[in-house]
């Protein structure tokens, strides 16, 4: 079946400017978490939804970022004023039901590019 | 708090040697821990996972790890490496009421013919 999907594969902006990335989960999966990934540098966890709620937030760097799950299914990763150093790959996982350990599923990721 | 490291940024092997990638784990949980590969320009894919069950944890193409909870490690090994194993590692544990998984630095497999 379908993996995760991310849009846009890459995304050029200029500073200050506004930018939107969508993450498609593995239908049925209701778990789904946001991830940033800078050059040379392992994932880091930016906010994670169950279901339709962000049950954990934490690691949102600043009030610039925000994401939503208005429906339970697409979510979208939203920065407000980029900034260069936004600049990474965003990477979207989905979970299934087996719980906090069972398989997160990766999308491709959006590289964010602002200039 | 978890955290993991893995201790080499770049390992180098030749082609049908045998594999090893280190990393040891911080936990104040009884910890899941994963194998993650990532292919240049590719999403990334699970290799393998522990959570409390076997402590030799066996994944995919080849690939084997084993926990050790008296050394606090989850080393990565394979008998004999391929070409197609050239790739970035990341060691990765799990915070266990979220599932947020907490990535290494990675670790880049180069494979020489």
């Known amino acids: 079946g379908a993996g995760v999907s991310q849009t846009p594969s890459n995304k050029v902006t200029e500073k200050g400017k506004y930018v939107e990335l969508r993450c498609d989960p593995i239908?049925?999966?209701?778990?789904l978490y946001w991830y940033r990934q800078s050059l040379g540098q392992g994932p880091e966890f930016l906010i994670y939804?169950?279901?339709?709620?962000?049950?954990?937030d934490s690691g949102l760097p600043n009030d610039r970022f925000f994401a939503v799950r208005p429906e339970g299914s697409v979510s979208t990763l939203k920065i407000q004023r980029t900034e260069r150093g936004d600049s990474a790959v965003y990477l979207c996982?989905?979970?299934?039901?087996?719980?906090?350990?069972?398989?997160?599923?990766f999308g491709p990721g959006t590289r964010l590019t602002v200039l | 708090a978890q955290s993991v490291t893995q201790l080499d940024s770049h390992v180098s092997v030749s082609e049908g040697t045998p594999v090893l990638l280190r990393c040891n784990y911080s936990?104040?949980?009884?910890?899941?821990l994963f194998w993650y590969v990532q292919h240049p320009n590719k999403g990334l894919q699970l290799l393998l996972k522990?959570?409390?069950?076997?402590?030799l944890v066996k994944g995919i193409n080849g690939f084997e790890a084993e926990f050790k909870k008296s050394e606090t490690s989850f080393h990565l090994t394979k008998p004999s490496a391929h070409m197609s194993d050239a790739a970035e590692y990341f060691c990765?544990?799990?915070?266990?009421?979220?599932?947020?998984?907490?990535f290494g630095q990675g670790t880049t497999l180069q494979v020489k013919p």
């Open positions: 936990s104040s949980y009884s910890p899941s």
């Open positions: 522990y959570t409390s069950a076997a402590t």
């Open positions: 239908s049925g999966h209701t778990a």
């Open positions: 990765v544990v799990t915070r266990p009421n979220t599932g947020k998984l907490i």
């Open positions: 939804f169950q279901g339709t709620g962000a049950a954990d």
């Open positions: 996982a989905s979970r299934g039901k087996g719980g906090s350990t069972d398989t997160q599923y």
